[in-house]
């Protein structure tokens, strides 16, 4: 099973959703997100028999609620070659501490994370025809500071399928 580690956002579905409405489509291909996240550890493929360990690892992560803040769009890997479209969240500290503390918990089974940026994937880009016009485009796309209360995080399962990823939550923790 894919798997990963989350921070959700559902509050925001609807502020997310008028951003993807505002992605130039006219100047690339996009696979747009439907259910939107923080993720704050991939897992990649994990045998079912190793999902128990994992829950018992994460339910030993402790941290005190806190709120994040979405930022600005941004693009990765970077202008030059675009993959993924996301907004960013606030402040960083926090959100990275939450990160290591998952990372720490979860080492050795996984590898610890070496380049994360906390940020909310809005969609994944398959193709553009005019990447000067597309970054203008997305540049001028006015983004609030929304807030998300993190109480907890989540342990997710992925299932690709030709139309995305479809998620599911096996378990809450905090």
Same mark, same amino acid.
């Given at each position: 099973m894919r798997a990963f580690i989350a921070i959700g956002s559902g509050e =925001? #579905?609807?502020?997310?959703?008028?951003i993807q409405k505002q992605l130039p489509k006219e100047t690339a291909k996009l696979s747009l997100t439907g259910a939107f996240h923080l993720t704050l550890?991939?897992?990649?493929?994990?045998?079912?028999d190793k999902i128990s360990k994992i829950k018992e690892k994460l339910s030993a992560v402790s941290f005190q609620p806190f709120k994040i803040t979405t930022s600005e769009i941004g693009f990765f890997p970077n202008e030059d070659w675009i993959t993924v479209i996301w907004v960013g969240a606030e402040p960083k500290e926090e959100i990275t501490a939450l990160q290591k503390r998952i990372d720490?918990? =979860?080492f050795p089974l996984f590898e610890k994370e070496t380049r994360f940026h906390p940020h909310i994937t809005l969609a994944r880009v398959k193709f553009i025809s005019d990447t000067k016009?597309? !970054?203008? #485009?997305?540049?001028? !796309?006015?983004t609030?500071?929304?807030? !998300?209360?993190?109480?907890?995080?989540k342990l997710?399962?992925?299932?690709?399928?030709?139309?995305?990823?479809?998620?599911g939550e096996l378990m809450v923790f905090g």
């Amino acid at each position: 099973m894919r798997a990963f580690i989350a921070i959700g956002s559902g509050e =925001l #579905k609807d502020y997310f959703l008028d951003i993807q409405k505002q992605l130039p489509k006219e100047t690339a291909k996009l696979s747009l997100t439907g259910a939107f996240h923080l993720t704050l550890k991939f897992l990649g493929e994990v045998p079912e028999d190793k999902i128990s360990k994992i829950k018992e690892k994460l339910s030993a992560v402790s941290f005190q609620p806190f709120k994040i803040t979405t930022s600005e769009i941004g693009f990765f890997p970077n202008e030059d070659w675009i993959t993924v479209i996301w907004v960013g969240a606030e402040p960083k500290e926090e959100i990275t501490a939450l990160q290591k503390r998952i990372d720490n918990a =979860l080492f050795p089974l996984f590898e610890k994370e070496t380049r994360f940026h906390p940020h909310i994937t809005l969609a994944r880009v398959k193709f553009i025809s005019d990447t000067k016009e597309f !970054i203008g #485009k997305i540049k001028s !796309i006015e983004t609030e500071e929304k807030e !998300i209360n993190v109480r907890n995080f989540k342990l997710m399962k992925s299932t690709l399928t030709r139309d995305g990823a479809v998620y599911g939550e096996l378990m809450v923790f905090g």
